[in-house]
């Protein structure tokens, strides 16, 4: 163990106007433990301590010093706390971008209504092909891509699209990748995974809403 | 005798065959019968016509009487027009189609706004009708048409307010309505074809579609140019009244219709607003994709569609709302980067709308990888300090900081680290700053805490912001709004974050601040003054020695210099220039102040 730090002046010395208060004070600085600077406000910029602290109070600090034997080391476990904080946090390496971690169970519910082939599952990155109705909690229509009789004229298509890519709803993404070609379900969706607390504004989609889509799937590419 | 020439001639002619009829010939038949019909003698005219002998004569050159009658007919003198009217429709459904597809075309060419209007009503039936005898050869000449039209209508003023539009007084709306209906027959012959060719395929259990013939596929492609360009004019360069507004509104029909019109000749309208997103194959051919598809009208039907709502069932709600902003950013990016004003207006609403979509907090740090997240907010802050209209500019502002509020915490993060960088303006990064310390605001507030306006990424930033950009020299006026703002943040954090605690680690930081920015400043500070001070005393002896004095102080724009400043002026210019200073000196005291404090045990 390192030996303790040795007294430069004596009590004389020390009142002398030859001594400036820095010195003193520098001294205090380097060898006391943390906390004993703390309790005699001697922590901080020297110019500031300077202008506060009187040539007594030093003096008696000093002598304190050498009497408690508080210098630096002596308190271990403050020397350790004290080294923390001055640890600087280093560039974390950055974190390999996740699966998407899902907090929570799926904000979704599918019930099968006609069953698929069970072999043609579309993957993320498919082009899915489908029909489907969009209606409110309260019955409400509000999207539908299937042609009725009037509207034949304008040709209706099935809706295609890229599942799995952010391209649609969130329900719809994770639901049709469960499904298989042929398959009719029906789901029902949270408004976390649909339109959220928002809605849509100026459609008949009111804000948390949970929305009911009937979908088959004719086609997987 | 007008009269008699035109008998002669016409008699010489019967028994002649066609192809020997000499340019005399014709030249004396134009001319006689555009005397006689001029003259008033059209019934005269008419029996000749009618006269079956005639038929071939009239086949082959009636057409040539095609300008008199129309003038007679727009001049609409009782008198004469049910005659005129006769001879007109029986030259219709007798002559060349192509012949008189020229001559009716012609005559729908003029200048002054009211002619253009009465010709375009009294011409689009006619018109129709000879283009439809053209039978399956007709594509390439409705194309002409319906170009030709469309240049004539959006030559009449269009109405700014309801009013204008209700008045109609430049018949615009006739106009374009006139035009619809015009055009649906042969939008029905495209929906037809289609249709047919879907059933076949049903029919046949196969995959394979019928080939439609050219002929087909080039009237498909025709009405689908005209829809494009009727979407740029003149439907971008109108503003259209919404139904509380004005309950009838031909313009807003005319571009439902023009909707319509795209999607029954097999034009999603979700596929033509995601076009240029989708890595769709493009069509083929040297600027085709271009001549079909031009960004311009894309952008122009997208904003009908969500800022208009029209055609909303057209639409499916099962886009998420994230990936319909992304495909709009090209439409909006298109918009904001013109000069003109009323497609300026279009791009802020399409992009309000847009993002009023997306739920605060929810854009991810992904997509500023995207080309036009970054480009979308240059041309928009172009528009907040460059646009000469200030309701436009206030707009632009708003939607800025909207758009910032809809990013997540990371991606605010590096939107502003990335609007530091690329956009130099003073008031620009002013209000940046503000929004950092708004952020940084928000993480100290219990619960909120994130690593982005705290911990490890926030001095990184911080030293981005409290920074002299050109030291003791830094010019201080102009970086105004920008000192302030970080003189602003950093009195804040010097408040709000205790030293003991050190959030956001400031109190450690501190020294190196004082280096770049507190001390740099107060030296540019007090130089900058004494100047200043210095140019007023003397500008004062000035005014007080001299009656006339050369001034020191001039300004010029573009090339010419403006009249020098009155001394008075430049006093007060200097005056102006010093509260400034104080203003930036009375926050920089507080903030050595504040720091002295807290540094003294």
Not at chain 1, 65 to 92: H, M, N, W, Y
Not at chain 1, 185 to 211: H, Q, T
Not at chain 2, 243 to 260: C, G, H, K, M, Q
Request: with cysteine; glycine share 4%; aromatic share 6%.
């Amino acid at each position: 163990m390192a030996a303790d730090p040795v007294r430069e002046w004596s009590d004389e010395q020390l009142k002398s106007d030859d001594l400036p208060k820095k010195d003193i004070i520098k001294f205090i600085q380097e060898n006391a433990a943390h906390s004993f600077l703390n309790e005699h406000k001697l922590l901080g910029n020297m110019k500031n301590v300077a202008k506060t602290a009187k040539k007594e109070q030093l003096i008696i600090a000093y002598n304190q010093l050498f009497q408690s034997k508080r210098f630096k080391g002596s308190e271990p476990i403050e020397e350790v706390t004290e080294k923390v904080k001055a640890v600087k946090i280093e560039d974390k390496p950055k974190e390999a971008k996740a699966e998407v971690v899902d907090e929570g169970p799926p904000r979704y519910t599918k019930s099968v209504l006609k069953k698929g082939d069970k072999t043609n599952i579309p993957k993320k990155g498919d082009t899915v092909s489908c029909w489907y109705t969009g209606t409110l909690e309260d019955g409400t229509v509000f999207d539908t891509n299937i042609p009725t009789a009037a509207r034949k004229k304008k040709q209706a298509k099935p809706l295609s699209f890229k599942v799995g890519m952010g391209k649609v709803i969130r329900g719809w993404d994770e639901a049709l990748l469960t499904m298989s070609k042929g398959e009719q379900a029906r789901l029902e969706i949270e408004p976390e995974w649909a339109y959220g607390k928002k809605g849509l504004p100026d459609s008949k989609i009111p804000p948390n809403a949970k929305l009911i889509f009937e979908v088959e799937l004719v086609a997987v590419d | 005798m007008a009269l008699e020439q035109l008998s002669d001639v016409v008699q010489r002619c019967q028994a002649l065959p066609v192809d020997s009829y000499t340019s005399e010939d014709q030249d004396v038949f134009l001319i006689s019968g555009r005397t006689c019909i001029e003259e008033g003698n059209v019934a005269q005219v008419l029996s000749i016509i009618l006269d079956e002998k005639n038929k071939e004569v009239v086949r082959y050159m009636g057409w040539s009487l095609l300008p008199p009658l129309v003038g007679i007919l727009l001049k609409k003198e009782e008198r004469n027009v049910p005659q005129c009217l006769a001879i007109f429709n029986h030259l219709i459904e007798s002559c060349s189609p192509k012949e008189l597809l020229i001559g009716l075309l012609e005559n729908m060419e003029h200048d002054d706004p009211d002619t253009i209007a009465e010709s375009v009503h009294l011409l689009l039936t006619p018109l129709q009708k000879v283009l439809m005898r053209l039978g399956n050869r007709k594509a390439s000449s409705l194309g002409m048409t319906l170009s030709s039209v469309l240049d004539q209508v959006t030559k009449l003023p269009l109405p700014r307010t309801k009013e204008q539009e209700e008045d109609d007084v430049f018949s615009v709306c006739r106009s374009c309505t006139d035009l619809i209906v015009f055009v649906r027959p042969f939008v029905q012959e495209v929906s037809r074809t289609l249709l047919k060719s879907d059933e076949l395929s049903d029919s046949t259990q196969k995959m394979t579609i019928r080939q439609r013939t050219d002929e087909e596929d080039e009237l498909r492609t025709e009405l689908l140019k005209f829809c494009m360009k009727a979407l740029s004019r003149p439907l971008l360069e109108v503003h259209l009244k919404e139904p509380d507004t004005l309950a009838v509104s031909p313009l807003r029909n005319f571009a439902e219709d023009i909707l319509n019109i795209l999607r029954t000749i097999g034009e999603p309208l979700t596929a033509l607003v995601h076009r240029p997103v989708l890595k769709r194959k493009l069509v083929p051919g040297f600027l085709e994709e271009e001549v079909r598809y031009p960004k311009e009208s894309l952008a122009s039907l997208t904003h009908l569609v969500f800022v208009h709502l029209l055609a909303a069932d057209a639409f499916s709600y099962v886009y998420s709302p994230v990936f319909c902003l992304r495909c709009n950013m090209e439409h909006i990016c298109l918009l904001l980067s013109r000069t003109e004003e009323n497609m300026i207006q279009k791009g802020l609403e399409l992009y309000e709308k847009s993002l009023l979509r997306v739920d605060d907090g929810t854009l991810c740090a992904d997509l500023l990888e995207i080309r036009t997240f970054l480009t979308v907010p240059k041309n928009l802050v172009n528009v907040m300090t460059m646009c000469p209209r200030h309701d436009l500019r206030t707009k632009g502002l708003k939607i800025f900081q909207l758009s910032i509020d809809k990013f997540d915490t990371e991606a605010k993060y590096k939107f502003f680290q990335y609007t530091l960088k690329a956009i130099s303006h003073s008031g620009v990064q002013g209000y940046i700053i503000k929004n950092i310390k708004n952020q940084i605001n928000s993480a100290l507030q219990t619960g909120n805490s994130n690593t982005w306006f705290l911990g490890i990424h926030l001095l990184p930033l911080l030293r981005k912001v409290l920074i002299l950009p050109d030291g003791p020299e830094t010019d201080l006026l102009q970086y105004l709004d920008r000192l302030m703002e970080s003189l602003n943040l950093l009195r804040y954090l010097i408040i709000r974050d205790k030293v003991t605690e050190n959030q956001t680690g400031i109190w450690t930081e501190l020294y190196k601040i004082e280096d770049t920015f507190t001390k740099p400043l107060r030296v540019g500070l007090n130089m900058t003054r004494a100047h200043y001070e210095k140019e007023l005393q003397n500008t004062m002896e000035d005014k007080k020695a001299k009656t006339r004095e050369e001034m020191k102080v001039s300004v010029s724009v573009g090339d010419e210099k403006l009249p020098k400043m009155t001394s008075q002026s430049q006093i007060q210019a200097l005056h102006s220039a010093l509260h400034t200073f104080d203003m930036i000196e009375s926050v920089l005291v507080r903030v050595e102040e504040l720091i002295d404090v807290q540094e003294t045990p």
